[in-house]
């Protein structure tokens, strides 16, 4: 006997699915909202127009890239530093893309230039918790595109708040709100700590990254970021021999191979 094949989500499903993106975001989209009104004002008291500002939280949608550039600019550096300088900073999106491939690989190339427009350091780290439960290619696009349009929107919000109102208070920045946003990368960071091998390389990128933030055109966080990645990678692959089949926490495994660890002991 042959069963129907099961039909796909309806219109309805996918709204779930991008209204369950976009809820799960919002702590995230919390932590962002002062860093978004600190960057307006500083560019409502800087050399930029307002509108400027708002067009590169548009087009650009990356705050430390975005402050990093007001930075430069207020100190008349010049476009190719502003450019390399910013490219460096962004160069963990490349990371965080080859993690989430395996589960966007197959959407069109219509949704993945949208889902990598919309990608951000908050967005991956929701995104990845969604997905590491799934088996790669099973979920669609709505959750992360529900997920990335509401800290968009978000960011787009509270810059124009900064922009608005920073005039009124030219102090602002001073009141360390900036540290709502470090309170949200450590809420980013510490739930993927689930092993040894991960606690060495942050432990290893936080280290350097402190030591060599003198470093010009930021290039002690890149340095930092390739020393992790080194020591992870160093850790995974010498860590467990003839047990590398073990799965991490969360760690999805094929459909249809059981693990000889989950099988009944009487039929071992």
């Known amino acids: 006997m042959t069963h129907p094949n099961p039909s796909p989500p309806s219109r309805v499903g996918h709204l779930q699915e991008l209204a369950a993106g976009a809820r799960d975001i919002i702590p995230m989209m919390v932590g962002a909202a002062p860093f978004g009104v600190i960057f307006g004002t500083l560019v409502a008291s800087g050399p930029l127009h307002a509108w400027h500002g708002q067009l590169m939280s548009l087009v650009v949608f990356a ?3 975005q402050f990093i550039a007001i930075g430069l600019i207020a100190g008349h550096a010049g476009y190719a530093v502003v450019w390399a300088t ?4 962004n160069l963990r999106h490349v990371l965080y893309s080859a993690t989430l491939a395996p589960h966007v690989a197959h959407l069109s190339a219509r949704w993945r230039w949208a889902l990598g427009a919309l990608l951000t350091d908050e967005v991956f780290a929701v995104a990845w918790e969604h997905y590491r439960h799934r088996e790669p290619g099973t979920v669609g696009p709505h959750y992360f595109f ?3 349009l509401a800290m968009y929107l978000n960011w787009q919000l509270w810059t124009v708040a900064g922009l608005l109102f920073g005039a009124a208070f030219p102090g602002l920045q001073s009141l360390g709100l900036d540290f709502a946003m ?3 990368f450590i809420a980013i960071v510490v739930p993927q700590l689930v092993a040894l091998r991960y606690i060495a390389a942050a432990a290893t990128a936080g280290t350097l990254a402190f030591f060599w933030q003198a470093w010009p055109y930021k290039l002690g966080l ?8 080194a020591v992870g990678v160093l850790l995974s692959t010498s860590r467990l021999g003839p047990r590398k089949n073990r799965r991490e926490p ?3 495994r094929a459909v249809g191979r059981p693990d000889r660890h989950d099988l009944p002991r009487a039929s071992r």
């Not at 910013?86 to 900073?89: A, F, G, Q, R």
């Not at 890149?222 to 990645?229: I, S």
């Open 63 to 65: 705050g430390s890239a």
């Open 86 to 89: 910013t490219l460096v900073v």
């Open 146 to 148: 529900g997920a990335g």
């Open 182 to 184: 470090v309170a949200t």
């Open 222 to 229: 890149l340095g930092a970021v390739f020393a992790g990645v």
């Open 250 to 252: 969360g760690e999805t």
